[in-house]
């Protein structure tokens, strides 16, 4: 990750950021009103997930970590404690209630997410859209034991857990399924979130919802990002800073929005 282009980038995330009273499209609008103002309300939804996280935040066991994305080559393999891995990747409870709001809202039947780490965010949506059927992907095998055992002392059963690399099973994924929303959190370079983004255009709806984690990590991501947003396939884009969300309905008019959170 680059702290200094994180840094400069929020600040000018946060001198472009508006509210509702800015937004003429009534999609957007309604979006707004119905994601982002609930999902800032604090309630007991997600008390018994952050517990668990706060049981992860404590655990000092140690594991195997695999990485196959940004900075791998660096460092493939490396042994990290689960407090470790669940400090840096877990998503934090404000954007954690946001995407499993948002995805409630939207109403998917399948939902696909690359990069379950411990399962925090996997575990917001399944409390949230009970109806849906997740599927998530972690590259490291040892990573996705911790997140399994935490679906099940979570009893979320709407979860299939896969391991190995994006790159592999995701094309075999959506051939052979359709996906709704898509959360792409994990192997945080350009060239793998332009791939990603060209391997779901390619089967994307007029529903299809993808949210990018972290547009913001590198510059990287972030040309990537600008560039999906660009795309003639991209209808509408939101741009909150932690997460860019990218929409295909035909009906919307192309424009960008940048929103506070």
């Known amino acids: 990750m680059s702290l200094n282009h994180k840094i400069k980038s929020y600040f000018t995330y946060k001198l472009r950021a508006k509210n509702e009273y800015s937004l003429h499209s009534p999609f957007m609008f309604d979006l707004y009103n119905a994601v982002f103002k609930i999902a800032r309300k604090r309630t007991n939804e997600f008390d018994a997930i952050e517990k668990l996280r706060g049981q992860l935040l404590k655990d000092n066991r140690t594991i195997q970590f695999e990485d196959l994305g940004a900075g791998a080559e660096k460092n493939r393999i490396s042994t990290r404690t689960i407090s470790g891995i669940t400090k840096k990747t877990g998503k934090k409870k404000k954007y954690a209630r946001f995407l499993a709001h948002l ?79 898509f959360y792409i959190d994990g192997n945080h370079t350009y060239d793998a979130t332009v791939h990603y983004f060209e391997l779901i255009k390619a089967v994307a709806g007029n529903d299809t919802v993808v949210v990018f984690d972290d547009i913001y990590w590198s510059a990287g991501m972030t040309k990537a990002w600008e560039e999906i947003c660009k795309d003639n396939s991209v209808s509408a884009s939101v741009d909150l800073f932690e997460f860019g969300i990218v929409f295909f309905r035909k009906e919307l008019s192309k424009q960008h929005f940048v929103l506070r959170y």
């Open 103 to 181: 995805a409630a809202y939207l109403n998917p039947k399948e939902i696909l997410e690359l990069g379950t780490s411990v399962g925090i965010s996997t575990m917001y949506l399944s409390q949230k859209n009970k109806s849906a059927h997740i599927t998530t992907i972690e590259g490291s095998k040892e990573v996705k034991k911790i997140a399994n055992e935490n679906f099940k002392k979570g009893n979320l059963n709407n979860i299939e857990s896969l391991e190995g690399n994006f790159d592999s099973i995701l094309p075999n994924l959506i051939a052979t399924k359709k996906y709704d929303f």
